[in-house]
C-alpha cells in the first residue's frame, strides 16, 4: 500500500469515528439541560431525564400461576463533569432478567458487559438472591446513556410493589400497568402527598390501563436510622386477589386467611426431626426449679448458640430452615431460629407457635394480604392465657422483654388452619432507663471521684451485646474506652462489675475516675465544667432530611454530686433549662445543698422516633441545652 493511500484511508477513518463520536456526544441542548439540573440538584452526579416502566400480566399454565412482565426504559444523564455508577438489577429464583442493555443516544449498543453474581451482604450469601449489573461511565457533562430492562416473574405473589422515586433525581416518570380483565389486582398507594403524580385509568378492550406520571422527584436520602422506604416515598403496591380462567375463579391473596394458607403450606412441607435436640432441651431444663426457668434456658440458649445469617430475600425468605439443621449448623436466619426455638420448646412441654410480624421498618399491617407486610419471624409461647414473644435474633434480650422494632406491630400466629392477630405490648421508656450517680471533689485542679450506672431494658442489652462481641483478650480494653469515650483527659481505674451474661438483673458499673482539664483556677476563683458526656450534643440536625428512627426509647438519669472545696463559695451556676412535649423531656439543673453542688440531667425519648416537621422545635431547644454546656461553674474565695 503506497504512502498515499494509507494517508487517505487514516483520514477515512478519522472522519468516519469523529462522525461515530458525534452522534453519542451530548448536544448544545443535552449540555444546557445538565448545567439547569445540577443547579438543581448539587448533590448528585446522574439524573434520569425520562423513564418508563411497563407492567403486564399472563396466564402460566405450565405451573397454573399469574406470571408478570416488568420492563423499564430509562435515559440517564451526568449531570456532572463526569461520573462512574453501577446501574443493576436483583432477582432471585423465581425470576428471570430478559434484557438488560445500554446504548448510546444514537441507538447503537455501547460497549458496556453486565456481570451476574449472587448478591451478599458483609461476605454473607443470601439464599439465591442474585444482581445482574454494569459499570457505566459517563465522560462529561450532558453525556447521556439509554437504559432497558425486562425482568419476567413466574408468580404475581413475588411482585408486591414499584417505587417512584429513584437513588437518582427522576424528571419525568411514567408507570403504565395493563391489568386484563380475568385478573382481580388492587392497586393501594401510598405517600402520594406533595409529590407531582397524575393518574389516569382508561379501559382498553379486555384491558384496564392505570398509568401514573410523576415529575421531579427527589433521589431518595441516605441517612442512618431513617424509617423504611414504605413511610418515606410513593409507591403502589399490588394485591393480587384472584385469576379466572375458564370460567374457573382462582383464589390468590384475597385475605389475610389466604395468605396465612400459603405460609402455612410452606411450614407443612418442613421436615423437623426434634429427637435430634432432644438430649440439649433435657439438659436445659434438668435443674430449673419453675416453667419460666425453663423457658428462659432455652430461650437464651438460642440466643447465645445460635448465629444469626440473614436469608431474607428469595423463597428463602418465607420458608423456615428445618430446626434440626438450625440446630447441627448453629446458625439460621430469623424463621430457622424461631422455628427451632418453637420446636425445643414443645419438647419441653409449652405451647409454642410460628409468629410473622413485620418490623417498624414496613409501614403495613395485616389488613393488606401481601408478602410484603412481614420481613420477620419471631415464636409465641402461650402461657397461662398469656402470649410472650421470643426474637430469638435479639441477643440478650430478657424475657418479656421487646426489641423497640417490634414493639407495636402487629403479629400472625400460627393457631393450626386459622390463625390468631395479635400486637407485641408496647413499653415506656423508662423501661430501658440508664442511671448515672457520679460524686466528684476537686484535687489539683483535677475532677475525682467515683462513678455508679445501671442499666436496664434495651440499654442493657445493648450494652451486653456489644461487650461480648468483643474479643476475650480486648474486653477490658473495650470497657474502658466505652466508659471513658477514649478520652485521655479520663481515667478509670478499679472497675467492678455486676455479671456481664445476666440478661435478667440490673447491670451495674461502679469505678474511680481522674478526669483533667475541666477545672482552671485565676486569682481567687475556680472555673469548673462539672459535664463531662455533653448527651446529645452532636444532634444538631444541620443537614438532616429525613425522620430519626431511634434505636429504642431512652431515658437517661444522670446526677452529679461536686463537693465544694473548703474555703470556696458557689458564685455562679449555669443556667437550668428545662423542656417537656408529646415527643421528648430535657432538663438540666443546679442546686446548691450543703457543701455540695448537684447537677441533675435528664433526657426521657418518650417516642421511637422525631418528626422531620419536629426538627425547627428540636433544633431551637438543641441550641439551647448545648449552650448550657458550655456555661461553668464559677467558685470564688
Same mark, same amino acid.
Given at each position: 500500500?503506497?504512502?498515499?493511500?494509507?494517508?487517505?484511508?487514516?483520514?477515512?477513518?478519522?472522519? #468516519?469515528?469523529?462522525?461515530?463520536?458525534?452522534?453519542?456526544?451530548?448536544?448544545?441542548?443535552?449540555?444546557?439541560?445538565?448545567?439547569?439540573?445540577?443547579?438543581?440538584?448539587?448533590?448528585?452526579?446522574?439524573?434520569?431525564?425520562?423513564?418508563? +416502566?411497563?407492567?403486564?400480566?399472563?396466564?402460566?399454565?405450565?405451573?397454573?400461576?399469574?406470571?408478570?412482565?416488568?420492563?423499564?426504559?430509562?435515559?440517564?444523564?451526568?449531570?456532572?463533569?463526569?461520573?462512574?455508577?453501577?446501574?443493576?438489577?436483583?432477582?432471585?429464583?423465581?425470576?428471570?432478567?430478559?434484557?438488560?442493555?445500554?446504548?448510546?443516544?444514537?441507538?447503537?449498543?455501547?460497549?458496556?458487559y453486565p456481570k451476574d453474581e449472587f448478591y451478599k451482604s458483609n461476605d454473607l450469601f443470601y439464599n439465591d438472591a442474585?444482581?445482574?449489573?454494569?459499570?457505566?461511565?459517563?465522560?462529561?457533562?450532558?453525556?447521556?446513556?439509554?437504559?432497558?430492562?425486562?425482568?419476567?416473574?413466574?408468580?404475581?405473589?413475588?411482585?408486591?410493589?414499584?417505587?417512584?422515586?429513584?437513588?437518582?433525581?427522576?424528571?419525568?416518570?411514567?408507570?403504565?400497568?395493563?391489568?386484563?380483565?380475568?385478573?382481580?389486582?388492587?392497586?393501594?398507594?401510598?405517600?402520594?402527598?406533595?409529590?407531582?403524580?397524575?393518574?389516569?385509568?382508561?379501559?382498553?378492550?379486555?384491558?384496564?390501563?392505570?398509568?401514573?406520571?410523576?415529575?421531579?422527584?427527589?433521589?431518595?436520602?441516605? +441517612?442512618?436510622?431513617?424509617?423504611?422506604?414504605?413511610?418515606?416515598?410513593?409507591?403502589?403496591?399490588?394485591?393480587?386477589?384472584?385469576?379466572?380462567?375458564?370460567? +374457573?375463579?382462582?383464589?390468590?391473596?384475597?385475605?389475610?386467611?389466604?395468605?396465612?394458607?400459603?405460609?402455612?403450606?410452606?411450614?407443612?412441607?418442613?421436615?423437623?426431626?426434634?429427637?435430634?435436640?432432644?438430649?440439649?432441651?433435657?439438659?436445659?431444663?434438668?435443674?430449673?426449679?419453675?416453667?419460666?426457668?425453663?423457658?428462659?434456658?432455652?430461650?437464651?440458649?438460642?440466643?447465645?448458640?445460635?448465629?444469626?445469617?440473614?436469608?431474607?430475600?428469595?423463597?428463602?425468605? #418465607?420458608?423456615?430452615?428445618?430446626?434440626?439443621?438450625?440446630?447441627?449448623?448453629?446458625?439460621?436466619?430469623?424463621?430457622?431460629?424461631?422455628?427451632?426455638?418453637?420446636?425445643?420448646?414443645?419438647?419441653?412441654?409449652?405451647?409454642?407457635?410460628?409468629?410473622?410480624?413485620?418490623?417498624?421498618?414496613?409501614?403495613?399491617?395485616?389488613?393488606?394480604?401481601?408478602?410484603?407486610?412481614?420481613?420477620?419471624?419471631?415464636?409465641?409461647?402461650?402461657?397461662?392465657?398469656?402470649?410472650?414473644?421470643?426474637?430469638?435474633?435479639?441477643?440478650?434480650?430478657?424475657?418479656?422483654?421487646?426489641?423497640?422494632?417490634?414493639?407495636?406491630?402487629?403479629?400472625?400466629?400460627?393457631?393450626?388452619?386459622?390463625?390468631?392477630?395479635?400486637?407485641?405490648?408496647?413499653?415506656?421508656?423508662?423501661?430501658?432507663?440508664?442511671?448515672?450517680?457520679?460524686?466528684?471533689?476537686?484535687?489539683?485542679?483535677?475532677?475525682?471521684?467515683?462513678?455508679?450506672?445501671?442499666?436496664?431494658?434495651?440499654?442493657?442489652?445493648?450494652?451486653?451485646?456489644?461487650?461480648?462481641?468483643?474479643?476475650?483478650?480486648?474486653?477490658?480494653?473495650?470497657?474502658?474506652?466505652?466508659?471513658?469515650g477514649n478520652d485521655k483527659n479520663y481515667n478509670i481505674s478499679n472497675i467492678i462489675t455486676s455479671d456481664l451474661n445476666?440478661?435478667?438483673?440490673?447491670?451495674?458499673?461502679?469505678?474511680?475516675?481522674?478526669?483533667?482539664?475541666?477545672?482552671?483556677?485565676?486569682?481567687?476563683?475556680?472555673?469548673?465544667?462539672?459535664?463531662?458526656?455533653?448527651?446529645?450534643?452532636?444532634?444538631?440536625?444541620?443537614?438532616?432530611?429525613?425522620?430519626?428512627?431511634?434505636?429504642?426509647?431512652?431515658?437517661?438519669?444522670?446526677?452529679?454530686?461536686?463537693?465544694?472545696?473548703?474555703?470556696?463559695?458557689?458564685?455562679?451556676?449555669?443556667?437550668?433549662?428545662?423542656?417537656?412535649?408529646?415527643?421528648?423531656?430535657?432538663?438540666?439543673?443546679?442546686?446548691?445543698?450543703?457543701?455540695?453542688?448537684?447537677?441533675?440531667?435528664?433526657?426521657?425519648?418518650?417516642?421511637?422516633?422525631?418528626?422531620?416537621?419536629?426538627?425547627?422545635?428540636?433544633?431551637?431547644?438543641?441550641?439551647?441545652?448545648?449552650?448550657?454546656?458550655?456555661?461553668?461553674?464559677?467558685?470564688?474565695?
Open positions: 500500500m503506497t504512502y498515499e493511500k494509507i494517508v487517505f484511508l487514516f483520514i477515512l477513518l478519522t472522519g #468516519f469515528f469523529a462522525i461515530a463520536q458525534k452522534n453519542i456526544d451530548p448536544t448544545p441542548e443535552d449540555i444546557k439541560l445538565a448545567k439547569s439540573l445540577r443547579v438543581k440538584y448539587d448533590k448528585s452526579d446522574i439524573a434520569i431525564v425520562k423513564s418508563e +416502566e411497563n407492567v403486564s400480566f399472563a396466564i402460566n399454565k405450565s405451573i397454573n400461576s399469574v406470571e408478570v412482565n416488568y420492563k423499564i426504559n430509562e435515559n440517564l444523564m451526568n449531570i456532572n463533569h463526569r461520573a462512574d455508577i453501577s446501574k443493576y438489577e436483583f432477582y432471585d429464583s423465581e425470576s428471570e432478567i430478559k434484557t438488560f442493555s445500554i446504548k448510546y443516544r444514537n441507538n447503537k449498543t455501547a460497549a458496556f442474585k444482581v445482574k449489573y454494569v459499570q457505566l461511565d459517563f465522560p462529561v457533562q450532558g453525556y447521556s446513556y439509554d437504559y432497558e430492562m425486562e425482568k419476567e416473574i413466574r408468580d404475581i405473589k413475588y411482585f408486591t410493589s414499584i417505587y417512584f422515586n429513584d437513588e437518582y433525581p427522576v424528571i419525568e416518570k411514567t408507570i403504565t400497568i395493563k391489568v386484563p380483565k380475568w385478573l382481580e389486582l388492587e392497586i393501594k398507594e401510598f405517600n402520594f402527598n406533595s409529590h407531582d403524580i397524575k393518574k389516569t385509568i382508561t379501559p382498553d378492550g379486555e384491558n384496564t390501563i392505570y398509568k401514573y406520571v410523576i415529575k421531579n422527584i427527589d433521589p431518595s436520602v441516605k +441517612e442512618d436510622n431513617s424509617p423504611g422506604p414504605s413511610y418515606m416515598y410513593p409507591h403502589v403496591l399490588f394485591i393480587a386477589k384472584s385469576y379466572t380462567e375458564k370460567a +374457573e375463579k382462582n383464589t390468590l391473596f384475597n385475605s389475610t386467611a389466604d395468605l396465612y394458607k400459603w405460609y402455612k403450606s410452606l411450614v407443612d412441607s418442613m421436615k423437623d426431626e426434634p429427637t435430634i435436640f432432644a438430649n440439649k432441651v433435657k439438659e436445659l431444663t434438668k435443674d430449673a426449679k419453675t416453667d419460666d426457668e425453663k423457658i428462659k434456658n432455652i430461650y437464651y440458649w438460642v440466643q447465645d448458640n445460635i448465629r444469626y445469617i440473614a436469608f431474607e430475600d428469595g423463597i428463602a425468605g #418465607f420458608k423456615p430452615d428445618d430446626s434440626q439443621n438450625v440446630f447441627e449448623k448453629r446458625y439460621g436466619d430469623c424463621k430457622g431460629m424461631a422455628n427451632l426455638t418453637k420446636q425445643m420448646l414443645k419438647l419441653a412441654g409449652f405451647d409454642a407457635r410460628l409468629t410473622w410480624i413485620g418490623t417498624n421498618h414496613i409501614a403495613y399491617d395485616y389488613s393488606i394480604p401481601s408478602l410484603s407486610v412481614d420481613n420477620h419471624m419471631i415464636c409465641t409461647l402461650i402461657k397461662d392465657g398469656k402470649k410472650y414473644f421470643l426474637d430469638g435474633t435479639e441477643k440478650f434480650n430478657s424475657f418479656g422483654e421487646y426489641a423497640e422494632r417490634i414493639q407495636g406491630k402487629e403479629v400472625l400466629i400460627e393457631d393450626g388452619n386459622k390463625f390468631i392477630i395479635d400486637k407485641i405490648p408496647v413499653q415506656k421508656s423508662i423501661t430501658n432507663s440508664e442511671k448515672i450517680v457520679t460524686n466528684y471533689k476537686i484535687e489539683n485542679e483535677n475532677l475525682t471521684g467515683s462513678v455508679n450506672k445501671e442499666f436496664i431494658g434495651e440499654s442493657r442489652s445493648t450494652f451486653l451485646y456489644q461487650y461480648n462481641n468483643v474479643k476475650n483478650d480486648k474486653k477490658e480494653d473495650a470497657l474502658k474506652w466505652f466508659l471513658s445476666n440478661r435478667d438483673q440490673k447491670l451495674n458499673i461502679s469505678y474511680e475516675t481522674k478526669l483533667a482539664n475541666h477545672v482552671s483556677s485565676f486569682d481567687n476563683e475556680m472555673y469548673v465544667d462539672l459535664d463531662y458526656d455533653k448527651e446529645y450534643k452532636y444532634m444538631d440536625l444541620k443537614d438532616r432530611k429525613k425522620d430519626i428512627m431511634f434505636d429504642y426509647k431512652s431515658h437517661d438519669d444522670i446526677t452529679i454530686i461536686l463537693e465544694i472545696p473548703s474555703g470556696y463559695k458557689v458564685s455562679k451556676l449555669p443556667t437550668n433549662f428545662e423542656i417537656n412535649n408529646e415527643d421528648y423531656a430535657i432538663s438540666l439543673k443546679y442546686e446548691v445543698k450543703g457543701n455540695t453542688i448537684i447537677y441533675h440531667k435528664m433526657f426521657d425519648f418518650k417516642k421511637p422516633i422525631l418528626k422531620s416537621s419536629k426538627f425547627e422545635e428540636w433544633k431551637k431547644n438543641h441550641l439551647q441545652f448545648t449552650k448550657n454546656y458550655s456555661e461553668q461553674i464559677v467558685l470564688t474565695k
